[in-house]
């Protein structure tokens, strides 16, 4: 992943990425999945998975976010970004 600084932040994939690919980005504080085996919650994303499972990273949005996830797709002639909300 490739970090470049502009008038916010752009993520450039390190691999290809199929048209109609769904790109979405997750609010969330980061935790290891071990902590968060018994947890209800149903809106944990995959950060980092390992061959360690008690190195795994999940994304978990239910302490310090509004569960907030954007869809982006440069295809449209528009160029709209949706905002999709969970509450």
């Known amino acids: 992943m490739l970090l470049l600084f502009n008038s916010r932040f752009t993520v450039e994939a390190d691999v290809f990425i199929r048209d109609w ?13 071990n902590n968060r085996e018994a947890d209800d919650g149903d809106s944990m994303m995959t950060l980092l998975n390992t061959n360690d499972t008690s190195k795994d990273l999940v994304i978990c949005p239910d302490k310090r976010s509004n569960i907030a ?13 949706w905002y999709l909300h969970k509450y």
Request: hydrophobic residues 35%.
């Open 21 to 33: 690919t769904i790109i979405i980005e997750c609010v969330g504080d980061a935790d290891y999945l």
């Open 69 to 81: 996830c954007f869809i982006n797709n440069k295809h449209l002639k528009s160029g709209n970004t």
